[in-house]
């Protein structure tokens, strides 16, 4: 994602996505929250963490995402052992997750832990909500 709220505007117009949610997971606020802002106006319901460990814990608590967007370098637990530890349980292995990072030499061994799509930061919100309305298959009922 772009810094800041430089390029982290999109069409303001409402989509209703029958209650879906996702986890955004990122250490930057400033990214959380534009990307909180721009995905519950898209309709979705959005909640987010500042690293891997503190998603874990609200999956653990019971919260099953219906898609993750997740950062690599975090403080605490990074993006790649949050995948290995996702997935440790088989039910959750159904959760798409999209990575988002500066890293893209990383993207090779983030395919071999199952994710669904890797973007490379700066990106557009265009087309991160394109790659989840693919994931969440909601272009499909148009």
Same mark, same amino acid.
């Not at 982290?8 to 990214?31: A, G, P, Y």
């Not at 998603?55 to 967007?69: E, F, S, T």
């Given at each position: 994602?772009?810094?800041?709220?430089?390029?982290?505007?999109?069409?303001?117009?409402?989509?209703?996505?029958?209650?879906?949610? =996702?986890?955004?997971?990122?250490?930057?606020?400033?990214?959380?929250?534009?990307?909180?802002?721009?995905?519950?106006?898209?309709?979705? &319901?959005?909640?987010?963490?500042?690293?891997?460990?503190?998603?874990?814990?609200? =999956?653990?608590?019971?919260?099953?995402?219906?898609?993750?967007?997740?950062?690599?370098?975090?403080?605490?637990?990074?993006?790649?052992?949050?995948?290995?530890?996702?997935?440790?349980?088989?039910?959750?292995?159904?959760?798409?997750?999209?990575?988002?990072?500066?890293?893209?030499?990383?993207?090779? &061994?983030?395919?071999?832990?199952?994710?669904?799509?890797?973007? &490379?930061?700066?990106?557009?919100?265009?087309?991160?909500?394109?790659? &989840?309305?693919?994931?969440?298959?909601?272009?499909?009922?148009?």
């Amino acid at each position: 994602m772009a810094r800041k709220n430089d390029s982290l505007q999109v069409n303001s117009k409402k989509e209703v996505h029958t209650s879906k949610r =996702i986890l955004v997971v990122d250490d930057e606020k400033d990214i959380c929250d534009a990307l909180k802002s721009i995905l519950e106006r898209q309709g979705f &319901i959005v909640d987010t963490a500042n690293d891997g460990m503190q998603a874990m814990n609200i =999956i653990d608590d019971g919260m099953v995402p219906d898609l993750i967007v997740l950062d690599v370098e975090m403080p605490d637990m990074n993006g790649y052992t949050f995948m290995f530890e996702l997935y440790r349980e088989e039910k959750r292995r159904s959760i798409p997750v999209i990575v988002v990072s500066a890293y893209s030499e990383m993207q090779p &061994i983030f395919s071999h832990r199952g994710v669904k799509d890797y973007l &490379i930061k700066p990106t557009k919100p265009e087309d991160l909500l394109k790659k &989840i309305r693919q994931h969440l298959k909601l272009d499909q009922a148009k």
